[in-house]
């Protein structure tokens, strides 16, 4: 490619790069965006000495530069000799070597020429011309004008940054650090150091790195015991390594690393302690169930038991005696609700047996009608047999029983004495209730 073709295509590469034009009577805001807009353009045009930046170098002085990219202002490509040169005595390979590089330095001087002349136009196409006025060559317009000094008039021209936005962010870097929120330490010192650039590139407000560590690590210590030893280590290596490893970035690092141990800590603990605290609530929850079963139980037994006195005392005008014990009882053998009520009982002392490690067959129970108070072989307080051979089985219900065989409830004429619960057998000429 020609030097003139080299030229031009640096040329049209910046000319139809795409920038926000500034309104008049422009703020820092806009210009900050003017020039972000501008920073892109000479970017995209690669350099060999501005890498990866481009010749943003052409834009910015050295101070402006290095806060940008970390690194000094490049050395501008000066203008090579219209012909390589090389000794007299220069190998072939010397020869063939010098006139590469001269190839290569042309290209490299006609690049950045084509994109300085663009850069000036494309600022004072999209500024407005009273602002850059002063700056105009009566005869050469601004063609000997640097681009970095129209950015730099254009700033100066601004009017002046807002004060309350520079409080915003003072107040903003300055917040005190939050332990127990969700943001972290890490996300807390990336907002902080954002807010920093933004104050020293913006409104030319600098922050002292120094002032800054201390009073966060101040915070930090306040904490107690959960960052005593990381603070205790970077004293330490403070001590060891001096002053160059007290940086602004070294600290954040630091207990930026430190914030997600100590969070990773809590969670896990946290963990284990909501296991342990769920284990015990179903255990409790299992013991009031198994309360509330037994309550139940046992308020129908007592209910049963009700019934059958009253049965009794409707037999035999509330008399009490042993062969009318033993008569309730065999009735309450026959009742098919008590049975299962009894059962019932059966299983929950079971369940209770288990749940005290005693085993499944760890309690005793009653049984569901085996042997009963009252029976035939029941012992008075005597400790003598109390026999019930001296009464018959009565030919209507099959039972033994005191009363009279034709006052016996099982007969159908005597159904309005029956108390509530009685049971009918059959096959003795009973019916069955309604």
């Given amino acids: 490619m020609s030097g003139i073709a080299t030229r031009k295509a640096a040329y049209d590469a910046v000319k139809q790069g795409s920038v926000v034009p500034l309104p008049s009577n422009f703020t820092a805001d806009d210009f900050v965006q003017f ?18 930046y481009g010749h943003v170098y052409l834009l910015e002085d050295g101070t402006a530069y290095q806060l940008r990219t970390s690194k000094a202002l490049p050395t501008e490509v000066a203008a090579p000799a219209i012909k390589p040169t090389f000794n007299s005595n220069a190998t072939a390979a010397e020869i063939e070597q010098a006139k590469f590089d001269h190839a290569a330095d042309t290209e490299a001087y006609l690049t950045q020429e084509g994109c300085r002349q663009a850069l000036v136009e494309l600022i004072v196409d999209n500024v407005p011309a009273d602002c850059i006025a002063e700056l105009a060559d009566y005869e050469y317009g601004f ?3 640097e681009p970095k000094a129209l950015m730099q008039h254009l700033e100066d021209e601004a009017d002046a940054a807002d004060i309350e936005d520079v409080e915003a962010l003072l107040e903003k870097r300055d917040a005190p650090l939050e332990f127990d929120s969700e943001t972290t330490l890490r996300a807390r010192f990336r907002q902080m150091k954002q807010c920093i650039k933004e ?20 915070q930090i210590e306040r904490r107690g015991k959960e960052f005593e030893k990381n603070v205790t280590e970077w004293k330490e290596e403070v001590e060891t390594q001096g002053d160059a490893h007290n940086t602004l970035q070294n600290f954040t690092d630091h207990f930026a690393e430190a914030d997600r141990v100590r969070r990773r800590r809590l969670k896990l603990t946290k963990t284990a302690s909501d296991a342990g605290y769920h284990s015990a609530n179903i255990a409790v929850d299992l013991e009031r169930k198994i309360n509330e079963r037994l309550t139940d139980g046992m308020a129908a037994v007592a209910l049963a038991a009700d019934q059958t006195i009253l049965q009794l005392l409707e037999h035999h005008g509330g008399k009490k005696s042993s062969t009318e014990k033993s008569s ?20 929950m002392d079971q369940r209770l047996a288990t749940l005290e490690g005693k085993g499944k067959n760890g309690g005793k129970s009653g049984g569901g009608g085996g042997d009963q108070s009252g029976g035939a072989d029941q012992k008075t ?6 026999k019930t051979s001296k009464f018959k089985y009565c030919k209507n219900c ?13 007969l159908e004429e005597n159904a ?8 009918v057998r059959f096959g003795y000429g009973g019916k069955r209730n309604n």
């Fill in 35 to 52: 020039k972000r807009g501008m920073a892109a353009v000479a970017k995209s045009v690669p350099s060999a000495i501005g890498g990866e």
């Fill in 143 to 145: 063609q000997n004008t």
């Fill in 199 to 218: 104050l020293e590139q913006h409104y030319k407000v600098k922050t002292s790195e120094s002032n800054l560590i201390v009073v966060l690590l101040g």
């Fill in 328 to 347: 309730a009882s065999n009735t309450a053998a026959t009742n098919d609700n008590t049975a299962a009520l009894l059962a019932l009982l059966t299983k």
């Fill in 381 to 386: 307080n005597g400790g003598t047999n109390q």
């Fill in 398 to 410: 099959g039972r033994k029983h005191v009363a009279p065989e034709a006052d016996c409830l099982n």
């Fill in 416 to 423: 309005a004495k029956r108390p509530e619960g009685f049971v």
